[in-house]
Structure formats: C-alpha cells, structure tokens
C-alpha cells in the first residue's frame, strides 16, 4: 500500500506564524505612520513654499503684481475669516489692481492648490493671514509675516514660513534650543487639533 505525504501547515505552526505576524505588524505599523505624518508635513509645507516662490518669480518676470490667497474652491479668495487657515487650499494669481484679493478681468488664474490632507493646521499671522502679495520688484511689503504648520504634535512639530517684506521665504529655526521653532525670539503656537 502506497501512502501519499501532504503538505501543509498543522494547527500549531499556523498559530506560531500568525502570532509572529501580530508582534512585526505592531512594531512596523506605528513607525509607518509616523513616517506617513512626517511626508505629510514635508509635502504640505514645500507645495507652499513653492507657490509663493513661483508667484514672486512670475511676479518679477511678468512685471506685475501676483498674488497668492487662501482659497477653498479655486477661484475666490477666502477673506471674511479672520483665522488665517491656509490648509483649506489657496490660489495664485495675477492681480494688477495692487494687491486686492479678488480675482477680475485684468488678472490670470495662474495655479490652484486643493485642501492639505489630514488633521492639520497652516495658520497666517499679521499681514498674512488672507494673503500674500508680489510686486513687479519681486518685494512683498504689506504681505511679510509667518505661516505656521500644525499637526496633532503641536509646537514640537510645528513649522514655521517667514515671508520677509523682500519677498523671501525662510523656515524659521529653534534658536534657543526648546524643540520648538521660534519667531523673533519667541516660540510659535498651535492650536489644539
């Protein structure tokens, strides 16, 4: 009599292998995630960067004034709120009525960019919380001040954008060695998400 060998898996090996599964997934899962939030943040901060970069390039090579807005449909700025949240999308422009936010005939849509992802924060302060306006010399007066990321980390993961009345963008640095960037000395805050 010829007895056949299977092949498989018993009952306590599937169970070994399956726990085995458990313990790397609990591990890799939450350094997955925290590598997910932190492209997130990467992602979300340089598309700003890069817009507001492009708008005072096009300002300059255009030789006319550009402006970038925070906008949630694309195609009017959102300027009745005063909380200066730039996460719900924003809208470049040309705008040669000095620096309005409304969007009319004698200007171009130029780019759109949609709502960030995810629980997050990208408020503006001062004379950046609806807006940021380039001149034809490239120089943002009446448009300098700090746009601030925020994420469910608060401060210590904060990310701060200073635009300079020339019209440059900076990241803003932790100069006192707290975890949390600072402006002109004193750290930024965020709220609670």
């Not at 009952?11 to 350094?31: D, F, H, R, T």
């Not at 598309?47 to 949630?72: P, Y």
Request: charged share 15%.
């Amino acid at each position: 009599m010829l007895i056949k060998h299977l092949w498989g898996f018993t009952l306590v090996e599937l169970i070994m292998a399956m726990a085995i599964a458990a313990i790397v997934l609990s591990l890799a899962v939450p350094s997955f995630q925290t590598y997910v939030n932190k492209n997130r943040k990467t992602t979300s901060v340089n598309d700003l960067v890069t817009a507001l970069s492009l708008a005072r390039s096009t300002a300059i090579t255009r030789r006319e004034r550009v402006t970038v807005c925070k906008s949630s449909d694309g195609a009017t700025c959102n300027t009745g709120t005063g909380s200066g949240d730039w996460s719900q999308g924003w809208m470049m422009f040309t705008n040669p009525n000095n620096g309005n936010t409304i969007l009319n005939s004698g200007g171009a849509l130029l780019r759109v960019h949609g709502a960030l992802p995810g629980n997050i924060s990208f408020s503006g302060n001062n004379n950046v919380v609806n807006r940021i306006s380039f001149s034809p010399q490239g120089l943002a007066r009446g448009s300098n001040g700090t746009i601030t990321y925020c994420d469910t980390h608060g401060a210590n993961g904060a990310v701060a954008l200073v635009i300079s009345i020339g019209g440059q963008v900076r990241r803003a640095l932790d100069e006192n060695d707290d975890n949390i960037v600072d402006v002109l000395g004193v750290n930024v805050s965020c709220p609670t998400l």
